[in-house]
């Protein structure tokens, strides 16, 4: 059974930093992209940052310069750094796997960035 496990969602303050993680199994990791997503209350799930097979990154450009994306092939996971944390940064962070017609979503972590 595919599972993403994200991790590390919680209260910080504007400008300050949080690291999220996603813990991948049941899957063969290293031939999946794998993906950073967020959903913001009352709007559409959008994409933050993707990661290939071969580590190329892409970033949306509300997250280029503050996010950086990782992966961890020896542990199957998969991490987003992000800094310089603003209000609107406020959403449900998914962790989504791909590769051709496959795609396997994580539950979400619920980060909020607020004084």
């Known amino acids: 059974q595919v599972q993403l496990v994200e991790s590390g969602g919680d209260l910080v303050q504007p400008g300050g930093s949080l690291r999220l993680s996603c813990a991948a199994s049941?899957?063969?990791?290293?031939?999946?992209?794998y993906g950073w997503y967020r959903q913001a209350p009352g709007k559409q799930r959008e994409l933050v940052a993707t990661i290939s097979t071969l580590r190329y990154t892409n970033y949306a450009d509300s997250a280029r310069g503050r996010f950086t994306i990782s992966k961890d092939n020896a542990e199957n996971t998969v991490a987003l750094q992000r800094n310089s944390l603003k209000p609107e940064d406020t959403a449900v962070y998914y962790c989504?796997?791909?590769?051709?017609?496959?795609?396997?979503w994580g539950q979400g972590t619920q980060v909020t960035v607020s004084s």
């Open positions: 989504k796997a791909f590769s051709g017609s496959r795609s396997y």
């Open positions: 049941g899957i063969i990791f290293t031939v999946y992209n």
